[in-house]
């Protein structure tokens, strides 16, 4: 491969995050020519998703190679005497805390394996055969699922006034991917193709038929994220995909339930004004009161006076104010405006209310969607962007060291790990990659997550196809407000009859001691006599992860040592809710790359493109297939429902 690469690009991006992906793919629009690298041999890197018995390997590579760090000196004969290296990090360090429980029947066999499976890895990831077979089960789900043919698209409607009112939706199956598709993936695609519709229950195995075994076979049905995130509808991460139309590359599906943790009790907040009124929670004089109170929030900006005195003051003590009762300060603190009680100022908590008010309607009744398959969908959506404008990618490929020359100070080339030196203008990598002399002064801090797969909701409707969200506030001085996300079957990211469930908060101590109360409070262990009682009242635990992540974001670039000016870094994921904050980094450094260009323009359309021969012809055909396709009658879709007027 080092053979083949070529030795000069002008943007060279080490990582495959979210951020890194999306300045990839506005670089490569923009014309530059970019190579985007990782050490890794999956897509996202803490941004990514796996399958079961890819997330299994994840844990198995990072408890093998945890104390392993290798040496490579190759990188020193190419470096002259007018130059010096910055040796970047050969040992991820962004994951700590790692613990693993499994409640359900373990009656697992030898010669159980992962349903679709071209191989299963047992042996430790030494050899090339074996690195083969771990990527194998690491892209697993990665790979097909960008195969889908049936998507629910968020696009712009090019020739309408308002181009925020009328996303499309295609169904049109891409040729090429067809032929890619496993049997596998075949059977999940018929199933997606309900994916806005109740599943039957007739179909949901029993609770106690949930064993190992089935978690193991149907591993190809889970989808588990490493950070957890939603997609605000009104987000800057949903503007650009529409405007890029990168959104071509993903579906996704509503959040279907705010839901509040209150006296022990799970019970669904009413957010829009149709659930406020027909809400058997709240009295009529409630009704009025939160209606009064969330009207007041849309306009906040316009009366200050409302609010000026109690700016020093938290968002709870101003909330205590406004004639709410305890119910509804509950509900606007921590399911609506979902702040901190003691650390939220009442500014942060009026604007976290109006943006949640405004992302109302615009594809269901909640503000919030989630990409189908998982968050480690959407870095490989950019990633596909960048590939089809002539990006070039390499999984599996370190970087042993960056080349600066030492009278300009600027980064002039990266060194492979085949010793192969290749030049460019500018380079952008991700935190991680970054060695423990360059990051001496900068102080992280930590992320706690939880990864739960568990036989039932935790607030049971008759459908058990909801996609919910909660937020359990803090008890404890010194401790936060836990997030839970849990995800249905249609999501496609668990198998029939189980449910996942994604727990995330800033850390205090280790990711087990910070989020085992609130599993405490929600679920039950699972146990084989537990299995016969179906009285039940909590939601069984079949297997649960608990780790920290190192939370990067918002530190200053001049807390790295000697970092050249050309040399930009990204963060990873953060523990807030949405996406905003990867979005804005990675405008803010493409700007600085390429200061006069439009940042992720939307691709030409094909009848614009004008090819010489045979290209061309082909290239006509296309775009008709593309008329007919979207001529054709969108299917119903809560998620594309768009019932509000866009807000600016």
Known sequence: MADNL???????????????????????????????????????????????????????????????????????????????????????????????????????????????????????????????????ACLLTAEESLSIGSCEILAEQSQCSDPESSPEVNDAEEAGEKETQSDAKSSTEESSENVPKVQDNTETPKKNTVTYSQIIKEGRRFNI???????????????????????????????????????GTVEQVPCSRADVFNSKQLTMVEKRMLMKFLTFCMEYEEHPDEYKAYEETTFSEYLKTQKLTPN??????????????????????????????QCLGRYGNTPFLFPLYGQGELPQCFCRMCAVFGGIYCLRHSVQCLVVDKESRKCKAMIDQFGQRIISKHFIIEDSYLSEKTCS?????????????????????????????????????????????????????????????????????????????????????????????????????????????????????????????????????????????????????????????????????????????????QEVSESSVIQETNSETPKESTVLENSEEPSE
């Open 6 to 136: 070529p030795s000069d690009f002008d943007v060279i991006v080490i990582g495959t995050g979210l951020p890194e992906s999306i300045i990839a793919a506005a670089c490569s629009r923009s014309g530059q020519r970019v190579l985007h690298v990782d050490s890794r041999s999956y897509y996202g890197g803490n941004w990514a998703s796996f399958s079961f018995s890819g997330l299994l390997s994840w844990l198995k590579e990072y408890q093998e190679n945890s104390d392993v760090v290798t040496e490579n000196s190759t990188w020193q004969e190419q470096i002259l005497e007018n130059e010096e290296a910055i040796l970047l990090s050969s040992k991820d360090k962004t994951i700590q805390h790692v613990e693993v429980f499994c409640y359900a029947s373990q009656d697992l066999h030898k010669d159980v394996e992962e349903a679709g499976a071209l191989q299963k890895n047992h042996a430790p990831v030494t050899s090339a055969h074996s690195t083969e077979a771990a990527e194998a």
């Open 225 to 263: 994220d490493l950070v957890s995130k939603l997609l605000y509808s009104r987000g800057l991460l949903i503007d650009l995909l529409i405007k890029s139309n990168v959104s071509r590359y993903a579906e996704f599906k509503n959040i279907t339930r705010i839901l509040a943790f209150r006296d």
């Open 328 to 357: 509804l300060q509950y509900f606007v603190l921590h399911s609506i405006a979902m702040t901190s009680e003691t650390t939220s100022c009442t500014i942060d908590g009026l604007k976290a209310t109006k943006k949640f008010l």
């Open 441 to 617: 002064r900068v102080q992280y801090r930590q992320i706690s997550r939880a990864v739960l797969i568990t036989d039932g909701s935790v607030l049971k409707t008759d459908s058990d196809q909801q996609v919910s969200i909660l937020t359990v506030p803090a008890e404890e001085p010194g401790s936060f407000a836990v997030r839970v996300i849990e995800l249905c079957s249609s999501t496609m990211t668990c198998m029939k009859g189980t449910y996942l469930v994604h727990l995330t908060c800033m850390s205090s101590k280790t990711a087990r001691e910070d989020l085992e109360p609130v599993v405490q409070k929600l679920f039950t262990p699972y146990t084989e006599i537990e299995a016969e009682n179906e009285q039940v009242q909590k939601p069984r635990i079949l297997w649960a992860l608990y780790f920290n992540m190192r939370d990067s974001s918002d530190i200053s670039r001049d807390c790295y040592n000697d970092l050249p000016s050309n040399v930009y870094v990204c963060s990873g994921p953060d523990c807030g809710l949405g996406n905003d904050n990867a979005v804005k980094q990675a405008e803010t450094l493409f700007q600085q790359i390429c200061p006069n260009e439009d940042f992720c323009p939307a691709p030409p359309n094909p009848e614009d493109i004008i090819l010489d021969g045979d290209s061309s012809q």
